[in-house]
């Protein structure tokens, strides 16, 4: 019995063993140039420096049921590195057509972290990853099909998509249009205009300075001190808000599906209009 429990664990180690790879380039590049990462795995994680350089690191490793599978997988998927002007390509999708089916256990797993100048503009995509950007001045589109998306003092046009997971956006200045299909929304500060949508999850919008246009389907909303107009709905869940002094602007909130619990300066102009009962 003693040597049975203490082979298990081995056969248990021996299947989890990985093929992991590491791959590292640098690319000279200007301010105001362009990032493009498309891969088919894997997270992204943009930051800046003050070197008028692209530096890219990936970690992939690779779990399957041998190691020449695992290796096989790795030539099937290669990461492409290239320069067009001041445009940085990363990209990793598998070669031709068709795809992987294998039995017991698989696992894979990637890191592309970037660093670029402080002016750059990013185009990021993952299949199944989260993504996230910091301290960058410039365009940034992100979409994810598996993962959260988190930004944090980015300045410039903001557009954030994610088929399944959070959002978070901190201290973000421009044109900010973020959506989820399944997870919460949290915008802390920040400036510019917002439109937020999320089909499962809450919204939280605190300290924001411009109009804000926010909904979700199935969670509640809170809203404080946006200077600003405020759009907000919710369909599955409660509103909860806390409103400046003055108001900035009109200040629209609905639910159909739970209670509304406002915060007003003494002399702010109210519009309550209660929905109608249904007969019967």
């Known amino acids: 019995m003693k040597l049975t429990l203490f ?9 989890l063993a990985a093929t992991e790879e590491q791959l590292n380039q640098r690319f000279t590049a200007q301010p105001e140039g362009k990032l493009v990462v498309d891969v088919d795995f894997g997270s992204i994680d943009v930051v800046t420096h003050a070197s008028a350089e692209v530096v890219v690191d990936v970690w992939r490793r690779i779990t399957r049921k041998n190691k020449a599978d695992e290796e096989e997988f790795l030539r099937d998927h290669p990461v492409s590195f290239s320069q067009d002007g001041n445009t940085v390509t990363v990209s990793s999708r598998r070669k031709g057509v068709g795809g992987w089916s294998w039995g017991g256990q698989s696992r894979k797993e990637a890191k592309y972290t970037i660093t670029v100048p402080a002016q750059f503009n990013a185009q990021l995509k993952t299949s199944a990853g989260s993504i996230a950007v910091s301290d960058l001045a410039g365009e940034v589109k992100a979409n994810t099909s598996g993962g959260g998306l988190r930004f944090a003092h980015v300045r410039g046009p903001l557009d954030g998509g994610t088929s399944g997971g959070g959002i978070h956006v901190s201290d973000c200045a421009g044109d900010l249009k973020i959506r ?6 949290e915008v802390h500060g920040g400036s510019g205009s917002l439109d937020g949508h999320t089909s499962g999850g809450s919204v939280t919008v605190k300290a924001f ?22 759009e907000g709905s919710t369909s599955g869940g409660s509103v909860s808000a806390v409103l400046p002094l003055p108001l900035a602007g009109d200040v629209k909130l609905s639910t159909s599906a739970g209670g509304v619990t406002v915060v007003v300066p003494a002399d702010a102009a109210l ?6 009962r249904r007969a019967g």
């Open 180 to 185: 989820t299909s399944g997870g919460g929304i």
């Open 271 to 276: 519009t309550w209009t209660p929905r109608p």
């Open 7 to 15: 082979l298990l664990p081995l056969a248990a180690l021996a299947a």
């Open 209 to 230: 300075q411009g109009d804000a246009q926010v909904g979700t389907s199935g969670g509640g909303l809170t809203i404080e001190n946006v200077i600003g107009r405020v």
